[in-house]
């Protein structure tokens, strides 16, 4: 246990200390958002119609590419030639970078929410829902990202290619996401039911990210 | 320094056999390294010797043949039992010297106080530094601080000389020595000497 | 011919090498008797000669899906038992399975002008099989992007099975969009609600392109098998070769 | 000259190389194009009406992304130190680098959006029109990447850090670009007047971008 | 060889004082150095061997002092006469041995032909794998050919012999002596013997 600790204090350390990934991701959903109204015109009633969604894109972009070198970095300063040979289990160390990696960006994202709401034109509403939805489906896309991450050591390549691979698994999350945080907002539909989906989306990625991200690290090593 | 197990270790390969990117690089491979004894790997650029400990580390493929480690922790696996010291440092840039090196002792179960592995590689006064500050040769005697702060009996080093002063050479030498004398077993990569006598040597054939 | 016999690449070469113009053969002839029947069959009385595009249609939809199928169970075979041509046969697979795909939606397209008056809605089915091939897509960079294919067939295995997990999840996407596209009518429970001039044509091009599908793959994996051993040769000469010491 | 024809070379194949990073971009452009619709929903006229929004959006986000290791990639390998020393000045390496890249992502994104304009609902004519501003306006977002790339080496970070310095700086583009799109589908504003400010953005960022990037890079080394 | 330059050269160091991470590594250093001589730059690790070369390269930015070359080409500043060869080795793992020394020959104004640079260095045999294939020496080897194929009065080598086998330190030695025969100028930063003799030494100070 105090070596999973040990690895999850470290990469939450690496993320909040000058120059780590936290923030940035928040940085980047707060941009892409405030994009938009460029992009689409200030069409107040439009804005609002389609927040959530955007709200819901912004997030799942913030969430993906900062997953890009989480374990890319590791494998280039050796550092998981080392991970691999310690006799903590492999999933575990994939679960315990996973959790600093969703408090230190994930869980910011859905923080920022309420703020964007206001530019969407969202009501206060609304905008708790979104970040209700956000915090629960979040970490379903870290865990599915983890694969992706995976995949990059092992293809020797990280950046889009990652994004590419990863994004078309991300739909279901974001269709019982925005289904829900609709729902929320204008009905008619029960929110209950897409958000308990949205949650189970979650489960079942956190068992399949951690163990697909885990023998896709071990496949990579030659 | 106290030994390692009460029965004496014994690394065995067997006709061991390693394939890269698609092409052989040695097969047959055969060495039995007892306990406080240590082997040299030599041969030429290209001849397969950090392909090799790779392979000890767990970290390449063996394609064929049989590694075995007797007299050890039955319960683990040979990586699960060595150090391997590559030509990556395995060090984050951000992080102080003293975080890193504690870091890697705390995850890979650690002894010593970081503090007095620090002292012994001669970075004690470095400590707080970040490692992006470090000069290469400074990276490697923190790599090496690892192998002092925690015990495990098979040590596997990649030309462990690379960038290391002098005084740091000794250094290496005098833990190697003494690691030796505790039962340990050293694995070691090289082009020149690194400062133990009477080691056995393994020459790698061919390649460029 | 017993599987055993197919396991091992060289024997796989000979043996499919006998048998590859035999399913020349029978693929052309399944092929123009297909196109015969489409020919000859009825015109509907809605949708006028535009129906005959369903015999393209339709079949290629089958095969783009069937592909992703084919992959997964190829992609067990490279993870469980490490088997060499199960990365061969997943690698070659992979763009024969896009190109099908792609076939289903440009003959969807064309069929959609007329029908919906648009080349395109992001209806459920539409979008999942679009997806589909994005994914095809993202598999087929992930092959182009790694020199050694065996590490790319482990990683490529790994990517194919979380896919094929999703793609059940991207069907039933049906239920939660509203649809404008045709529900299954041939495959599904109490038999199929179709009309039998039309039921037969459909039935030979579907075997049609099943056997094209398997020529194709077997000559793909002919070629990446060929491919693979040049390659090797290539690096064992750079080895071998005098004075490559010093 | 001969040395700045291999360094263009060089980064061409690299990019369309096994491995390189050529392609990707597209994809990427693809399938947020594509992820869009399952977040807004399948509303024709609004997706139409969004379209060239979306369009460039994607198109944005992919050049920037793919921009991320231009420089870091020749820093982490050294090549950086010896393209410093070499008598070609700074500046042109920099440009002949620029223009592999646009020429194996940027224009591949031109090439998509016809058939990506399908998707989206709009007609021949509508797509054209956004190709046409996409082809004027990608390579202001290469060169205004460029700066953010050669920033990243700088300061030592790559990622999402290049995305959020250098969105900011892409408004105006967006801006314009969008403006001629949708003046070319919908009217009332002639396609002439946005069309040539995009295009007189592109020729000052062509200017700022490679300059600056030059100056970074020399910043950046201590 | 054919000398560079008809007059002679000479590189001068007068009170050079660099700062890294806002410390200071060293200051008043002075040194000077006449065509066809080598400098040797020894010291501990940390003591700032690897930052001189590259303040030599134009790499870090001099913090206080000189440096002059004189007799070398006037209209071209000193990193752009010299080559640099750190601890990096400038290849792209997706190009061939042969297309990576290429482009570095045609980027810098090749002179001799890749392929004999290949050889004189042995990797003539690798000329077509992709360089990802390379083991840390063959690497090693094949920045070596970039010195050979493009001519260039000062060499700034950092650790050249690190990763080499025996045999590719003879070819380094070599090269040394036909480039220092033919005029040119050598700084090194080692650890230990190059393969030259009488070479000047110059040993930075104190740190870790
Ligand atoms: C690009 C657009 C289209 C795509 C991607 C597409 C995709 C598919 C797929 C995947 C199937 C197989 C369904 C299954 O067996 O589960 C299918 C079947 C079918 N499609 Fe399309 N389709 C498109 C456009 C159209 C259009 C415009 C029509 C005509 C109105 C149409 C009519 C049919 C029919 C009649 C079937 C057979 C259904 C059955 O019997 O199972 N499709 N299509
Ligand atoms: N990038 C850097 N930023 C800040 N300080 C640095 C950096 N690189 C090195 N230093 C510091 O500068 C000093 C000199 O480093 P340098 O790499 O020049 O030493 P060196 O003599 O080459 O040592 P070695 O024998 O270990 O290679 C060291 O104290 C080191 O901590
Ligand atoms: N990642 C890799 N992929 C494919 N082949 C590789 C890889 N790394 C090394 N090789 C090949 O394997 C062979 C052995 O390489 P290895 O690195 O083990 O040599 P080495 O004996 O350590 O050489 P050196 O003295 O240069 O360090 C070489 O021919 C090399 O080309
Ligand atoms: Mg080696
Ligand atoms: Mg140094």
């Known amino acids: 246990m105090s070596s999973l600790t040990a690895l999850f204090m470290r990469d939450f350390r690496l993320a909040i200390r000058v120059g780590g990934g936290g923030g940035i991701g928040v940085l980047f959903f707060l941009i892409v958002v405030t994009l938009t109204p460029f992009a689409i015109g200030p069409d107040l009633a439009l804005l609002a119609r389609i927040g959530p969604a955007i709200l819901w894109l912004g997030a799942l972009l913030a969430s993906l590419l900062t997953l890009d070198r989480l374990f890319t970095a590791d494998y280039e300063d050796g550092s998981l030639d080392l991970v691999l040979m310690a006799d903590t289990p492999l999933e575990l160390a994939v679960a315990a970078k996973a959790a600093a990696h969703w408090l230190t960006t994930g869980l910011p994202l859905v923080i920022a929410t309420p703020l964007l709401g206001l530019f969407m034109n969202l009501d206060a509403g609304a905008s708790a829902a979104v970040a209700l939805t956000l915090l629960a489906g979040t970490p379903a896309l870290t865990f599915i990202g983890l694969i992706g991450a995976a995949l990059s050591v092992a293809l020797r390549r ?38 308990t989906i949205l949650c189970a989306l979650t489960m079942i990625s956190l068992v399949v990210g951690v163990f697909a991200a885990a023998a896709a690290l071990r496949q990579g090593m030659e | 320094m106290q030994a390692y197990q009460d029965v004496a270790m014994r690394l065995e390969a067997s006709s061991l056999a390693c394939v890269r990117g698609g092409r052989e690089v040695f097969s047959g491979l055969e060495f039995t390294l007892g306990g406080g004894a240590a082997l040299l790997i030599t041969g030429r650029n290209g001849a397969g010797k950090s392909s090799l400990l790779r392979m000890l580390a767990g970290l390449v493929r063996i394609a064929g043949g049989q590694l075995t480690l007797t007299g050890g922790d039955p ?93 740091a050479q000794d250094v290496l030498a005098d833990l190697l020595k003494r690691h030796l004398a505790g039962g340990g077993l050293v694995v070691a990569a090289t082009h020149g000497p690194i400062g133990l006598d009477g080691a056995q040597e393994l020459r790698l054939g061919a390649p460029a | 011919m017993p599987l055993i016999d197919l396991a091992n690449p060289t024997r796989y070469l000979q043996l499919s090498g006998r048998a590859l113009p035999w399913l020349i053969a029978i693929t052309a002839a399944a092929c123009v008797a297909g196109l015969y029947l489409t020919a000859n069959a009825p015109d509907d009385y ?113 990517l194919t099975l979380v896919g094929a997990i999703n793609l059940p999840i991207i069907k039933w996407s049906v239920d939660w969009w509203n649809t404008l596209h045709q529900p299954a009518s041939v495959i599904k429970m109490g038999g199929p609600a179709i009309y039998s001039t039309i039921l037969i044509p459909l039935l030979v091009m579907a075997i049609a392109f099943t056997l094209l599908f398997m020529t194709l793959h077997v000559a793909a994996m002919r070629n990446e098998i060929l491919r693979r051993r040049v390659r090797t040769l290539m690096l064992m000469q750079a080895q071998t070769a005098p004075g490559s010491g010093a």
């Open chain 2, 75 to 167: 319960e683990r696996t040979i990586p699960e039992q060595a150090h391997y010291l590559g030509h990556l440092d395995a060090l984050k840039p951000s992080l102080t010297v003293a975080e890193n090196l504690g870091f890697w002792a705390r995850y890979l179960g650690g002894g010593a106080a970081p503090a007095t592995a620090l002292a012994t590689v001669g970075l004690a006064a470095l400590a707080d530094l970040p490692a992006a500050y470090l000069s290469a040769g400074q990276r490697r005697r923190l790599s090496l601080a690892r192998l002092v702060s925690v015990k495990r009996p098979v040590w596997l080093l990649d030309e462990p000389t690379a960038a290391l002063d002098r005084e």
């Open chain 3, 46 to 158: 809605q949708q006028g000669a535009t129906v005959k595009i369903m015999f393209i249609h339709v079949p290629a939809a089958w095969l783009g899906m069937f592909g992703w199928a084919m992959m997964s169970a190829a992609a067990l075979g490279t993870l469980v038992w490490r088997h060499p041509l199960a990365d061969v046969a997943a690698k070659a697979a992979a763009p024969i399975g896009a190109a099908f795909t792609f076939l289903c939606l440009v003959t969807g397209s064309l069929w959609g002008r007329p029908m919906w008056g648009t080349y395109w809605v992001w209806d459920a089915r539409l979008t999942s099989v679009l997806l589909l091939f994005l994914m095809y897509l993202g598999v087929i960079a992930l092959w182009r992007t790694v020199e050694d294919p065996s590490r790319a067939a482990r990683a490529a295995a790994i």
């Open chain 1, 158 to 195: 990280g950046g889009l290619l990652l994004a590419v691979l990863v994004l078309p698994l991300t739909v279901p999350v974001l269709i019982f996401g925005v289904a829900a945080s609709n729902a929320a907002i204008i009905g008619p539909l029960p929110f209950g039911t897409p958000f």
